[in-house]
DNA sequence: ATAAGTAATGAACAACCTGTTGTTTATTAC
DNA sequence: GTAATAAACAACAGGTTGTTCATTACTTAT
């Protein structure tokens, strides 16, 4: 029986299409793009790529597919349960250990994530990385952070607050170039989202 | 000399073609919605969709041009300067009563700004959302509120943490129905924001 | 009320992009 | 070495785009 994932020629040709994508994205957006942009910029027939995918929205459905099963199976990996995640981390609220793993998964992948999470990127993506990111860090918490009516506010926009939150941070910290290491960038975040914005401002004792 | 914009046919025709806009948004999303569509829900013909717009994207612009003119204007017109709006509210650290004017002005156009904000809507639009709902409610704050180094953590990270955290907010409101009256909602917004996600949901004293 | 000015219409146009088809070429497994 | 398999290709029909032009319908200023 043949391995098809391994012929070569596949492997270069759906590397070169998805690296004129992630150029692509950047230049003019993923709107603007036809499948011949793709083609031309990757140097191959455009026949070929519909050999590949059905259209540019499928390209790129499994390039963010891709990208979220490896978040998925290295989080799984590595923490298989929260609690030991949490555990750990010496009695946070917030799993310090998981969050570096998911920003070094990112820092590998910046390329593609700061195309998709741009200002011209794919904003249903970002829905679901979002949602991915909540559930990860905060939506298994064994305190179970969210409930129907939280102490102040209703649970609902919790979640959104925080998952947005999450975002924000990761895009801005793609645009402006990655300076800070994943081990820094963990330790912002987590220490926003548990001291909240003001104090971490050093407006509120 | 006459006044080209009080002709009421350009008037009928320019709603009917945002209105079509905000319908096919919300069924199809921005990406798949070619010019033809739009003609034919707002039953016009399509030469008298070139004469208003050069195409799809410029009419998009246009739009979510007018919806940042109003709220900059409705902002300036009620609280010509924050610290104006931060007096209103018996010194909190922000602008409560400020806030609520948003959430009404959103409240207002919340077919446009429910398309726009969703899953299929413009994720450079909610760039420039995140920008100015950042300034207007924070950013010009008399009490400096982001400096280049912060208490805890880098200014830019605040910055982004809570104006990407403000449009999660409003996108979660949106997208389940507005049951909550816009003064609600500025309270939600604030008490998160004031004092942290985990004190709001009880997990911290 | 009317005339002048302006917007909207329908039709036609070339240019372009799309997705499919049938064919050729290269690689791999036996 | 040969047969099976899949990538690469050129050519095609169908649809969208953006423009133009003559004609019709409507609005406004006088």
Redesign the interface.
């Known amino acids: 029986m043949r391995n098809n994932n391994a012929d070569l020629r596949v492997i270069r040709t759906k590397e070169s299409i998805r690296h004129a994508l992630v150029e692509l994205i950047n230049e003019k957006?993923?709107?603007a793009i036809t499948v011949k942009d793709i083609t031309t910029m990757a140097k191959i027939n455009r026949g070929t790529f519909y050999a590949h995918y059905q259209d540019k929205f499928d390209l790129m459905a499994k390039c963010e597919e891709e990208i979220m099963l490896d978040m998925s199976r290295i989080t799984k990996q590595n923490f298989p349960s929260v609690i030991a995640a949490l555990e750990t981390d010496s009695k946070t609220?917030t799993p310090l250990s998981l969050t570096v793993t998911l920003f070094e998964y990112l820092n590998i992948n910046s390329e593609f994530m700061k195309a998709v999470l741009?200002?011209?990127?794919?904003?249903?993506f970002?829905?679901r990385l979002?949602e991915f990111m909540w559930e990860t860090l905060y939506g298994n918490n064994p305190?179970a952070?969210?409930k129907e009516e939280?102490?102040?506010?209703?649970?609902?926009?919790?979640?959104?607050?925080?998952?947005?939150?999450i975002?924000?941070?990761i895009?801005?910290?793609l645009e402006?170039g990655r300076k800070?290491s994943p081990q820094e960038m963990a330790r912002?975040?987590t220490?926003?989202?548990?001291?909240?914005?003001?104090?971490?401002?050093?407006?509120?004792k």
């Open positions: 957006g993923f709107e609220l741009g200002p011209k990127g794919d904003l249903s970002q829905t979002k305190n952070f969210i939280n102490f102040l506010v209703p649970g609902q926009y919790l979640a959104s607050y925080m998952g947005t939150a975002i924000g941070v895009q801005q910290w402006s800070e912002i975040l220490t926003i989202t548990v001291n909240g914005p003001y104090f971490a401002a050093g407006l509120k």
